[in-house]
């Protein structure tokens, strides 16, 4: 089971690329790693998986570098409504542990 | 596409009354079934997982149990809650148990007086 480590909040401003990076040193070969976001008394909602390289969907781009120890999910001219809490994952579904996330607050 | 329905969004019990939570899902067949806590502030706890009828996996030790009588349709139950029981109570599906991503349904918030 690969641990994640994520900064505990971030600010930002509207119209800002936010950056937000996951340490998974432990992660194996075979795990994918998975971004999710949570307002709250919400059920978190998935943003993006990737596997090794670039990512990118219509919210964010996930890039990870070769060796896969750490990951960034990138969210372009971020608004108020992306203040939220956002998750790492990696690993699989039935061993999959949520950390406290990233707690991240857009200012105008 | 597929949805998922939790009910109920809020509930207030006793100390040692019974729970029952239900989770169904809509539109796909043979997801895989999880049950998430999260206590204020804090992350997701994975609390049960099932890949199939009758199959359920426990993750930590608790007075809580869960059950899939039907193909899509996860039950979370209590016999007598404990104070430590209230949070935020999150169902969930995915395709496979491998890397498919997790849809969670709006939770349940428990209080336990």
């Known amino acids: 089971l690969a641990k994640t480590t994520q900064p505990i909040s971030m600010d930002s401003y509207e119209g800002q690329e936010v950056n937000i990076t996951c340490s998974h040193n432990n992660i194996a070969t075979n795990d994918y790693i998975t971004w999710y976001q949570q307002f709250p008394s919400q059920g978190p909602r998935f943003i993006i998986q990737g596997y090794k390289t670039k990512v990118t969907n219509e919210v964010a781009s996930l890039f990870i570098p070769a060796d896969r120890k750490s990951s960034t999910l990138s969210l372009p001219r971020v608004s108020l409504s992306d203040t939220a809490v956002y998750y790492c994952?990696?690993?699989?579904?039935?061993?999959?542990?949520f950390g406290a996330g990233t707690r991240l607050t857009v200012k105008p | 596409s597929q949805t998922i329905h939790q009910w109920p969004a809020t509930l207030v019990q006793p100390v040692g009354s019974p729970l029952s939570l239900e989770c169904t899902v809509e539109?796909?067949?043979?997801?895989?079934l999880y049950w998430y806590r999260q206590a204020a502030g804090r992350g997701l706890q994975l609390l049960f997982y099932s890949v199939g009828i009758g199959q359920i996996s426990s993750e930590v030790p608790q007075n809580l149990s869960a059950s899939r009588p039907q193909d899509r349709q996860f039950i979370l139950s209590s016999k007598k809650l404990l104070l430590s029981d209230s949070g935020f109570y999150l169902c969930?599906?995915?395709?496979?148990?491998?890397?498919?991503?997790?849809?969670f349904g709006n939770g349940t918030r428990l209080t336990v007086t």
């Open positions: 969930a599906w995915s395709r496979d148990r491998v890397n498919s991503p997790l849809h």
């Open positions: 539109g796909t067949s043979n997801p895989n």
């Open positions: 994952l990696v690993g699989n579904n039935n061993d999959m542990r």
